[in-house]
C-alpha cells in the first residue's frame, strides 16, 4: 500500500515537472538558437581564413557573430562558393547569408533583408598598362570577369561589356592580369585590400563604375521574419554603442557601415518573370550552349582522346621498357587526380606561366588527355581480348607487326572496345559541365547564369538535365547500329 502512494506521488510529481518544467525552457532555448550563417571564406577583407590559423574570419564574420552575440544565437558557418549560397539558403540548409549581399530588387522580390551594414560603391579594375577603361561607357564591347550570382555583373552588362562568368573574385584577377579579359567591376572595398594584402601588381583601379551607394545586408529567407527582427535590433544596438564602427575601424581604417553622403540606390520597377518565362528565355541559350560549346567540346576531346588512348595502350604494350614506363606514368597521373584539378592546371595553372590558352582550347586539351588516360586501358584490353592465333595467321601469311596490328588486330578489337567507350563518351558529355568554370559557354553555364539572377534553381537545372539525358540518349541509340556494323564480318 505504501508503495503504491510512493508511486502515485511520483506520477504527480512527474505531471507537475511535465507543466511546470516547460515554462523556463523556453528562454533557455531560444537563447541557444542554432543559425547556420552561409559564407564563401573566399573574399577578403569580409570573409576568409586566417593564413596563420586556419580560422574563419573578415569583416562580415565579425559583424555577424557580433550580431549573434547580440541576438542570442548560436552562430554556425557553413562555407560555399557564392553562386552555391542562395540555393542553399533556398533548400533550408542555411538561415541566413552573410557575404557582402548587395540589396538589388530581383533579390528584394525572394529574400528578405536586414537593415544594411555596409555601403559601398563600385570601381572598374583593369590591367596595370590599360589606360583606355577608366568608366563605365569604356566597358561597351570589352569583355569583364563577373561572379555569375552578383550585382556586379549587372553592372557591367548594362554598360555594354561582354561577361565571362568566374567562381569568385581571385580567378577573375588572375584573367585580368594575363589579359584574358578586360576588366572587373566589383566592390571598392574588396578590391582595395585585395591590393593592400596581396601585393599584386598588375592590376589597378582605373575608375569608378558610377556614383550610386549600394548597400550590403544579411539576407534571409521570406520565412524567417522574426530571424530577421532578430537580427536588425542586434545590428541597431551594435550600431548605437560603436561596435560595428569598431569592426570596421579594424578592417578597413574607416567607418563603412555609414551611408556617406545622402544618395540613395536607385530601384527601379521590378522585372521579376514567372517560372514559365524564365524556362522559356532560356531555352534557347542552354540549345545554343549545346550546339556551340556542348556537342563541339565532346567531339573534339572525345576523337583526340582516343588518339592518345590508341598510343598509350600500343606503348604499354610495347616491348621497349621507356615507353611503357612512360605510359604507365600517364595513365596514373590521369586517373589519380580529379578532371576538375586537371582542367584548372591546364586554364589557370598554365596562363601563369605564360601558356594563355583559349577557354575552349584548354577544355579540350584537359578532357582529351583525360579521356587518353581512361580509354588507353579499355583499348589496351580489348587488343589483348583477340585471340593469339589471329597475330600467328597474319605473320604466317608475312605480315609484319604494324600490318597485322592495323588490319586485323585493331579491327577486333575495336568492336570489343564500342561498349566501354561509349560509356567513357556519356561521362565525357556530362562532365563537359566542367568547361563553365574556365569560361566556355556551354549548356550548364547558361543555366547557372538564369539561375543566379532569377533564383529558379529547381526548373532551370532539371531543365539542363534533360538536354543531357537527350544528348546521352541520342547517343545511347547510336550504339547499336555500330556493333552491328563492326560485327557484320563475324560469323
Known amino acids: 500500500m505504501r508503495a503504491s502512494r510512493l508511486l502515485l506521488l511520483a506520477a504527480a510529481c512527474g505531471v507537475l515537472l511535465g507543466l511546470f518544467g516547460p515554462v523556463a525552457e523556453p528562454a533557455r532555448a531560444d537563447s541557444e538558437r542554432v543559425v547556420r550563417v552561409g559564407t564563401e571564406g573566399v573574399y577578403p577583407p569580409f570573409t576568409y581564413r586566417d593564413p596563420d590559423t586556419n580560422e574563419l574570419t573578415g569583416f562580415d564574420v565579425e559583424v555577424v557573430r557580433a550580431i549573434g552575440e547580440e541576438a542570442g544565437w548560436d552562430v554556425q558557418f557553413v562555407e560555399a562558393p557564392f553562386d552555391s549560397l542562395f540555393p542553399a539558403l533556398d533548400s533550408g540548409r542555411l538561415d541566413v547569408i552573410a557575404n557582402q549581399v548587395t540589396i538589388n530588387d530581383e533579390r528584394k522580390a525572394r529574400y528578405l533583408f536586414s537593415t544594411p551594414y555596409t555601403y559601398s560603391h563600385g570601381v572598374i579594375v583593369t590591367a596595370v598598362d590599360t589606360d583606355d577603361i577608366t568608366t563605365l561607357a569604356d566597358l561597351k564591347g570589352r569583355t569583364a570577369a563577373q561572379t555569375a550570382s552578383s550585382n556586379w555583373a549587372q553592372v557591367a552588362k548594362d554598360a555594354g561589356a561582354k561577361v565571362k562568368y568566374v567562381q569568385d573574385f581571385g580567378p577573375g584577377v588572375a584573367l585580368v592580369a594575363q589579359g584574358r579579359v578586360d576588366a572587373i567591376v566589383n566592390d571598392n572595398i574588396a578590391v582595395l585590400d585585395y591590393l593592400a594584402t596581396s601585393g599584386n601588381d598588375q592590376v589597378k583601379i582605373a575608375g569608378d563604375a558610377g556614383d550610386e551607394v549600394l548597400e550590403q545586408a544579411l539576407a534571409f529567407t521570406k520565412d524567417e521574419p522574426e530571424l530577421r527582427d532578430e537580427a536588425d535590433a542586434a545590428i541597431q544596438r551594435l550600431t548605437d554603442d560603436g561596435t560595428l564602427a569598431r569592426i570596421s575601424e579594424k578592417y578597413f581604417g574607416a567607418d563603412v557601415t555609414q551611408r556617406e553622403g545622402s544618395t540613395d540606390v536607385a530601384v527601379g520597377a521590378s522585372d521579376a518573370r514567372s517560372r514559365w518565362e524564365v524556362l522559356q528565355d532560356t531555352a534557347w541559350p542552354m540549345f545554343r550552349g549545346m550546339l556551340k560549346g556542348t556537342i563541339p567540346l565532346t567531339l573534339v576531346s572525345f576523337a583526340a582522346g582516343l588518339v592518345i588512348a590508341v598510343a598509350a595502350a600500343l606503348a604499354r604494350l610495347s616491348s621497349i621498357r621507356p615507353l611503357d614506363w612512360l605510359a604507365r606514368v600517364y595513365i596514373s597521373i590521369i586517373r589519380g587526380t580529379p578532371l576538375l584539378v586537371q582542367l584548372f592546371i591546364v586554364f589557370f595553372g598554365l596562363g601563369q606561366i605564360g601558356i594563355k590558352l583559349d ?122 547500329p555500330l556493333e552491328r556494323r563492326l560485327s557484320r564480318h563475324l560469323a
Open 359 to 480: 577557354p575552349f582550347v584548354a577544355a579540350c586539351i584537359a578532357f582529351s588527355l583525360n579521356v587518353g588516360g581512361y580509354a588507353a586501358e579499355i583499348v589496351r584490353a580489348s587488343i589483348l581480348s583477340v585471340p593469339r592465333g589471329q597475330y600467328e595467321a597474319a605473320t604466317s601469311i608475312g605480315m609484319d607487326y604494324w600490318q597485322s596490328m592495323r588490319r586485323i588486330v585493331l579491327p577486333q578489337a575495336t568492336r570489343i572496345a564500342v561498349p566501354p567507350l561509349s560509356n567513357t563518351l556519356l561521362s565525357l558529355i556530362k562532365d563537359s559541365a566542367l568547361a563553365s568554370l574556365v569560361l566556355v559557354p556551354e549548356l550548364f553555364r547558361e543555366a547557372q547564369i538564369t539561375a543566379a539572377n532569377t533564383f529558379e534553381y529547381l526548373p532551370l537545372y532539371t531543365m539542363a538535365a534533360l538536354y543531357y539525358w537527350v544528348l546521352c540518349y541520342l547517343v545511347s541509340l547510336a550504339q547499336g
